[in-house]
């Protein structure tokens, strides 16, 4: 299997411009280079609705797959509280602010490795 012929830097600027695009709020980065084998970011956002949420990740999957030919892999689309895109070497986390709060997701990725974007 061939190499892609982009990189995972090029995928995190992708997905940080189109969920700022969307109007996601709250949008965070996380580097997991060398903290972990699954993804080389993380990225956390919020919408303010599951509606929002749900565009949110849906434009965003479009948008993968018409710049770089990625497939993501998406769950919880359908409720639209929590939807975890998986493009590879970013992972994409967009919430509904309650259940963000709820979870606390990038207290566990945090200390000293994320910065808040956009």
């Known amino acids: 299997m061939a190499a892609p012929d982009y990189t995972s830097e090029q995928v995190l600027a ?3 411009a189109s969920v700022d695009d969307d109007k ?6 996380i580097d997991l ?3 972990s084998d699954v993804a080389d970011y993380m990225v956390i956002c919020s919408g ?3 509606r929002q949420v749900a565009a949110i990740s849906e434009k965003l999957a479009e948008r993968l797959k018409e710049q770089f030919r990625i497939h993501v892999k ?5 409720t639209g509280d929590w939807v975890l895109i998986d493009s590879g070497d ?3 986390h967009v919430f509904r602010p309650e259940v963000r709060d709820f ?15 956009a």
């Open 48 to 50: 303010r609705s599951s």
């Open 74 to 78: 998406m769950e919880g689309k359908e």
């Open 90 to 92: 970013v992972i994409v």
């Open 24 to 29: 996601a709020e709250d949008i965070v980065q």
């Open 103 to 117: 979870y606390q997701l990038e207290k566990m990725w945090m200390p000293g490795s994320a910065h808040r974007g």
């Open 33 to 35: 280079r060398g903290r």
């Open 14 to 16: 992708a997905v940080l």
